[in-house]
């Protein structure tokens, strides 16, 4: 697993980075099949933006005393410029929160690097990427 976090702005560590905007997130990749990131087969990418119930009631808007639970999930809106060092032609997919991949998603290359945006809209958080 490789990643970070960021308020805005880009963070790369290893061989990865992202691009973050719209809103705070914490963005990582974990292999799925025990390989390092730039060999895995299959990976894990989570674009992680602040996820709250929707009515949640704070004591102060340090938020760190809950007073009240909201109902549901409300991701906060996010994008992500993704890239990771990897020599292998992958598929990128968006996936719901029960893993299933529900839309393929275009991938560039550029010097050695996969590229892809990932965003919050509708709820996505979680990314698949595969071989071919």
């Not at 973050?20 to 390092?36: M, T």
């Not at 991701?75 to 990897?86: N, P, Q, S, Y």
């Not at 991949?101 to 595969?130: H, M, N, Q």
Request: proline share 2%; charged share 25%.
């Amino acid at each position: 697993t490789c990643g970070g976090f960021v308020e805005s702005g880009r963070f790369k560590t290893g061989g990865f980075a992202a691009d973050v905007s719209g809103a705070p997130a914490a963005v990582w990749a974990s292999s799925l099949d025990g390989n390092q990131l730039s060999e895995s087969r299959r990976l894990l990418v989570v674009h992680l933006t602040d996820v709250q119930g929707e009515g949640n009631v704070y004591a102060d808007a340090m938020r760190q005393i809950l007073l009240k639970w909201g109902k549901g999930c409300l991701v906060e809106k996010g994008t992500a410029k993704v890239a990771l060092v990897h020599p292998g032609d992958l598929t990128a997919w968006a996936l719901d929160t029960t893993g299933r991949r529900v839309k393929e998603l275009p991938v560039r290359r550029k010097d050695g690097w996969v590229l892809f945006d990932c965003s919050t809209e509708g709820g996505t958080i979680y990314y698949e990427l595969a071989s071919r």
